[in-house]
């Protein structure tokens, strides 16, 4: 254990936040004792989610991202600590200027004069992270630079390693943290911080996001200036907007808002159905109205990936819940997941029907569908389903998208276009399925398999010849596997049986015999007649009891 001042005093601060809301059984965990923090910190306890928020802004930007990325966890907490953890801002004090000149310097290896024709001294955005300068190049580009504050990196490594022993105790000495896979959760929790520490990674993401997004003139990401980014410092073209939080309705009537949110909803679904890259919080903050109409997306240090599987089965549930195939969506649900050991599937099926129904017939004014998936994760860890991380992203993603969408326009339905869009989408991709690249890609992989298939079914009958195979039953009903092997076995004897007397009858072919039929030797004859009713017969009963069944 680092028993250094600073991470003796963090431990302390953490120990403090966990006795005044109650957890005071984690906090053996950071090395405290927990009597002595009792008696420092008093006996009462908080219940009051703003003051959690308060709290969390105070500790720094660890648990300022903790927390909002509790806030789209409505599966972990009730919803007053949903909405106060929502409000978080990951604003505070700008450093001095000074500092943030050393940190451009020493990144771009050149005096910050010689880089750039002005740089402004006053931050146009101050955040735990980083703070966010205007500034133009020499070529006249307006630009803004985004640089990483000193000292963030150890401060949230250190948090994380804190973090790392409370979750592991927590998820190995509670329900809650075994149900919901709290390591999992934290490992991804972890993985985003690390990445949004390395602002080059931010630098590709507004690339790929950009050439995604070029069907869609309305929506614009700042375009990134290569030569001047680094770890440290991003510098990309200065957009000037105003938050789409922030519009007022004076201002919302000079916009066609109808159109940007359509487009914004379009765009987004395709990120995260045909291209599997999206910025996983395009909360309304992270949304700005240009001057010349368009929409503007920034801030992608949070960009969330989805294998083309995951893509599939996240546009089938979509579907599904927009239908309310209840059965559909809970098999979805739950083929994305991670059974447990008490799952309890009826509960379950039931509870996916009670929820999809009961949102169906609301109205699209009051339905909003990453709400509502964010209760399907909720309802599956409540009967034994460990959520996936993809359905968890896909309802946060939803969920703001919602908020955004009706801040441009408070009368669109959101549910409705994703809904007709993701219907599109479907359509589209059994179109490609039809189409000659795909059926080629079909043809190779059946060629595959006919060229594999001698030489796996010769493997087979090695191993039956050497009582070596090995067959896995996962059933309870053991009179009926034995009686479906029994069936197999006799269908097999009657095929050998056919197979002998076929062999036989040509064999007798040339065997002179004074008895003939049809002008042929008498007993071939009768193999054949033998071999064709036994034939007949096993064919007529495999395609009747297969029929049946």
Same mark, same amino acid.
């Given at each position: 254990?680092?028993?250094?001042?600073?991470?003796?005093?963090?431990? &302390?601060?953490?120990?403090?936040?966990?006795?005044?809301?109650?957890?005071?059984?984690?906090?053996?965990?950071?090395?405290?004792?927990?009597?002595?923090?009792?008696?420092?910190?008093?006996?009462?306890?908080?219940?009051?989610?703003?003051?959690?928020?308060?709290?969390?802004?105070?500790?720094?930007?660890?648990?300022?991202? @903790?927390?909002?990325?509790?806030?789209?966890?409505? /599966? #972990?907490?009730?919803?007053?600590?949903?909405?106060?953890?929502? =409000?978080?801002?990951?604003?505070?004090?700008?450093?001095?200027?000074?500092?943030?000149?050393?940190?451009?310097? /020493?990144?771009?290896?050149?005096?910050?004069?010689?880089?750039?024709?002005?740089?402004?001294?006053?931050?146009?955005?101050?955040?735990?992270?980083?703070?966010?300068?205007?500034?133009?190049? =020499?070529?006249?580009?307006?630009?803004?630079?985004?640089?990483?504050?000193?000292?963030?990196?150890?401060?949230?490594?250190?948090?994380?390693?804190?973090?790392?022993?409370?979750?592991?105790?927590?998820?190995?000495?509670?329900?809650?943290?075994?149900?919901?896979?709290?390591?999992?959760?934290?490992?991804?929790?972890? +993985?985003?911080?690390?990445?949004?520490?390395?602002?080059?990674?931010?630098?590709?993401?507004?690339?790929?996001?950009?050439?995604? %997004?070029?069907?869609?003139?309305?929506?614009?990401?700042?375009?990134?200036?290569?030569?001047?980014?680094?770890?440290?410092?991003?510098?990309? /073209?200065?957009?000037?907007?105003?938050?789409?939080?922030?519009?007022?309705?004076?201002?919302? %009537?000079?916009?066609?808002?109808?159109?940007?949110?359509?487009?914004?909803?379009?765009?987004?679904?395709?990120?995260?159905? &045909?291209?599997?890259?999206?910025?996983?919080? $395009?909360?309304?903050?992270?949304?700005?109205?240009?001057?010349?109409? +368009?929409?503007?997306?920034?801030?992608?240090?949070?960009?969330?990936?989805?294998?083309?599987?995951?893509?599939?089965?996240?546009?089938?549930?979509?579907?599904?819940?927009?239908?309310?195939?209840?059965?559909?969506? @809970?098999?979805?649900?739950?083929?994305?997941?991670?059974?447990?050991?008490?799952? !309890?599937?009826?509960?379950?099926?039931?509870?996916?029907? !009670?929820?999809?129904?009961?949102?169906?017939?609301?109205?699209?004014?009051?339905?909003?569908?990453?709400?509502? &998936?964010?209760?399907?994760?909720?309802?599956?860890?409540?009967?034994?389903?460990?959520?996936?991380?993809?359905?968890?992203?896909?309802?946060? *993603?939803?969920?703001?998208?919602?908020?955004?969408?009706?801040?441009?326009?408070?009368?669109? =339905?959101? @549910?409705?276009?994703?809904?007709?869009?993701?219907?599109?989408?479907?359509?589209?991709?059994? #179109?490609?399925?039809?189409? $000659?690249?795909?059926?080629?890609?079909?043809?190779?992989? *059946?060629?595959?398999?006919?060229?594999?298939?001698?030489?796996?079914?010769?493997?087979?009958?090695?191993?039956?010849?050497?009582?070596?195979?090995? %067959?896995?039953?996962?059933?309870? /009903?053991?009179?009926?596997?034995?009686?479906?092997?029994?069936?197999?076995?006799?269908?097999?004897?009657?095929?050998?049986?056919?197979?002998?007397?076929?062999?036989?009858?040509?064999?007798?072919?040339?065997?002179?015999?004074?008895?003939?039929?049809?002008?042929?030797?008498?007993?071939?004859?009768?193999?054949? #007649?033998?071999?064709?009713?036994?034939?007949?017969?096993?064919?007529?009963?495999?395609?009747?009891?297969? =029929?049946?069944?």
């Amino acid at each position: 254990m680092d028993l250094s001042p600073h991470m003796v005093k963090r431990r &302390v601060e953490i120990g403090r936040l966990l006795m005044k809301y109650g957890r005071a059984d984690l906090v053996q965990v950071v090395g405290l004792d927990e009597a002595a923090l009792r008696e420092e910190t008093g006996e009462e306890l908080s219940r009051d989610p703003e003051e959690l928020a308060a709290d969390l802004e105070q500790m720094g930007p660890t648990f300022i991202k @903790a927390g909002q990325f509790l806030s789209t966890r409505p /599966d #972990l907490l009730a919803e007053p600590y949903i909405a106060s953890l929502a =409000r978080l801002q990951d604003k505070i004090e700008p450093i001095s200027f000074g500092e943030i000149e050393q940190i451009v310097e /020493d990144e771009l290896g050149v005096r910050i004069s010689k880089a750039f024709r002005c740089f402004d001294a006053k931050p146009i955005g101050a955040a735990s992270l980083s703070q966010v300068h205007a500034a133009e190049l =020499r070529d006249g580009r307006s630009v803004a630079v985004k640089v990483q504050r000193p000292g963030v990196r150890e401060v949230i490594l250190e948090d994380l390693e804190i973090l790392d022993g409370l979750v592991r105790l927590a998820s190995e000495h509670t329900d809650a943290g075994r149900r919901f896979g709290f390591d999992a959760m934290f490992e991804e929790f972890r +993985r985003t911080m690390v990445r949004e520490l390395d602002f080059r990674r931010e630098a590709r993401n507004l690339t790929t996001i950009a050439g995604h %997004l070029t069907d869609y003139p309305r929506l614009v990401v700042p375009r990134v200036v290569a030569d001047y980014s680094t770890s440290r410092v991003v510098t990309m /073209d200065r957009i000037h907007g105003t938050s789409v939080a922030r519009l007022s309705p004076l201002a919302r %009537l000079e916009l066609d808002g109808d159109a940007l949110a359509e487009e914004l909803i379009h765009g987004y679904l395709d990120l995260i159905l &045909v291209h599997g890259a999206f910025n996983a919080d $395009p909360h309304p903050g992270n949304l700005l109205v240009t001057d010349d109409g +368009r929409l503007a997306l920034v801030d992608m240090g949070m960009v969330a990936y989805l294998s083309p599987g995951s893509r599939e089965r996240v546009l089938r549930l979509l579907l599904a819940v927009s239908e309310a195939d209840t059965e559909g969506c @809970a098999r979805i649900v739950r083929a994305m997941g991670e059974e447990l050991d008490d799952f !309890d599937e009826p509960r379950f099926t039931r509870g996916a029907a !009670d929820l999809l129904l009961a949102n169906h017939d609301a109205s699209f004014d009051d339905l909003n569908l990453g709400r509502l &998936v964010l209760e399907m994760v909720r309802m599956s860890a409540s009967c034994g389903l460990r959520p996936s991380p993809e359905l968890t992203m896909l309802g946060k *993603t939803l969920l703001n998208l919602d908020e955004g969408t009706r801040a441009l326009a408070p009368e669109l =339905r959101p @549910a409705d276009l994703v809904r007709e869009h993701a219907g599109s989408l479907m359509r589209g991709h059994l #179109l490609r399925s039809l189409s $000659p690249g795909h059926l080629f890609q079909v043809a190779l992989e *059946t060629n595959e398999l006919v060229q594999r298939l001698p030489g796996r079914l010769n493997l087979i009958f090695d191993r039956l010849s050497e009582n070596g195979l090995e %067959l896995k039953v996962k059933a309870f /009903d053991e009179e009926q596997v034995i009686s479906g092997m029994r069936k197999i076995a006799n269908r097999i004897t009657l095929g050998l049986v056919v197979a002998a007397l076929i062999v036989g009858a040509a064999l007798l072919m040339n065997v002179p015999s004074r008895f003939e039929l049809f002008g042929y030797p008498g007993l071939a004859i009768l193999c054949f #007649l033998a071999a064709t009713a036994v034939g007949a017969g096993l064919i007529a009963s495999i395609l009747i009891n297969d =029929r049946k069944t």
